[in-house]
């Protein structure tokens, strides 16, 4: 391979907005058979919008939103944006109002403030944690809110029975679905939707005309899974969902102890490990600096049809070299 021919097809890239790291990473991008996507912020938007507030067990709506605010707007995660997002009101960034939105937060419609939050944490993968100091007819009161997936909270020892049927019911129907618990009990369930991008069905099709095999990967649910996969063009069978930050490494690994090349295409800081064990990393240029830092190439415009115009132009140039 010469040079020039490399550093042409490099610089080619970087006209389409696909910066590759070094000449040698087109080699890797022409053998890759399989390409696994991550599907938040890189199949779908990546901004989840609260749809729906479920409280059970005579909850009240607005205390369900309004404590599960407090907690998430300390936290980055577009669960988290979007939660917090929908207590504040219309907000930037495409954040839907929830209805009945902020002047349902507490009968006074005060938003608890960050500084009324202690011991916040933030579970990758599972939700937050935090206790939140609320005011009760002048009586101050601690409460320890736990917000995130159902089956984290029921590990954490939370009664969730009251929400396991609406949790079903929304997952079923492609959403996601947070539960919102507060000293030890299951007070609610927030039901959010994350669009998937435009050009995202297009972007599968040209990878299957290349031959690529594309597998969707994901911490969320089944259901939610399933839906973004079906209206992408990914079979069902080619779905892993709900996999921990941690085990999305071991997703990619086990395809290539198959006998396969992957690429992985990733924009989270969840997706940092997986991209550097892919035989390629291809990161989101609007995701996250530590995805960016551990992958080979970046879409710079998010859009995962560059994906595909990566291996197509890896394959032309080489073509030519050989
Ligand atoms: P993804 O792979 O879709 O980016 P994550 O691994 O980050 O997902 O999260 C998996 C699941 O954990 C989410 O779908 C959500 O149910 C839950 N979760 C993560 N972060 C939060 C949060 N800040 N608040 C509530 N739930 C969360
Ligand atoms: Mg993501």
Do not use: Y
Not at 35 to 58: F, H, Y
Not at 118 to 130: C, E, M, T
């Amino acid at each position: 391979a010469t040079p020039t021919a490399l550093l042409v097809g490099t610089g080619r890239g970087a006209q389409l907005g696909i910066l590759i790291k070094g000449p040698e990473i087109l080699e890797q991008t022409r053998r890759v058979d399989t390409v696994v996507l991550d599907k938040t912020g890189t199949v779908t938007e990546g901004r989840m919008a609260l749809v729906d507030v479920v409280p059970v067990d005579g909850a009240d709506r607005a205390e369900v939103l309004r404590l599960a605010a407090a907690v998430e707007q300390l936290a980055e995660h577009p669960v988290a944006h979007a939660i917090a997002g929908a207590a504040h009101g219309p907000a930037e960034g495409g954040v839907d109002r929830v209805e009945g939105g902020v002047d349902r937060v507490g009968a006074d419609g005060v938003v608890i403030g960050a500084d009324q939050v202690h011991d916040f944490r933030a579970h990758a993968g599972h939700g937050v944690s935090g206790v939140v100091r609320v005011a009760h007819s002048g009586i101050d009161l601690s409460r320890r809110v736990l917000v995130g997936r159902l089956g984290w909270l029921r590990d954490e020892g939370v009664a969730t029975a009251p929400v396991e049927a609406a949790v079903r019911a929304a997952e079923d129907d492609g959403a996601t679905a947070v539960v919102a618990a507060w000293d030890g009990v299951a007070r609610g369930v927030l039901v959010l939707r994350d669009p998937v991008k435009a050009s995202s069905a297009q972007a599968v099709a040209d990878l299957r005309d290349l031959g690529l095999r594309p597998v969707l990967l994901t911490g969320d649910n089944l259901g939610a899974a399933r839906a973004a996969a079906r209206s992408v063009g990914i079979a069902q069978e080619d779905v892993v969902a709900q996999v921990l930050p941690a085990d999305k490494v071991a997703v990619v690994e086990r395809l290539q102890s198959q006998g396969r090349r992957v690429a992985m295409v990733g924009d989270g800081v969840n997706d940092a490990a997986a991209l550097a064990a892919a035989d390629l990393g291809l990161a989101m240029g609007t995701g996250t600096d530590v995805a960016i830092e551990a992958a080979d190439v970046t879409l710079v415009r998010g859009d995962l049809r560059t994906a595909a115009q990566a291996v197509r132009l890896s394959r032309r140039t080489l073509r030519i070299i050989q």
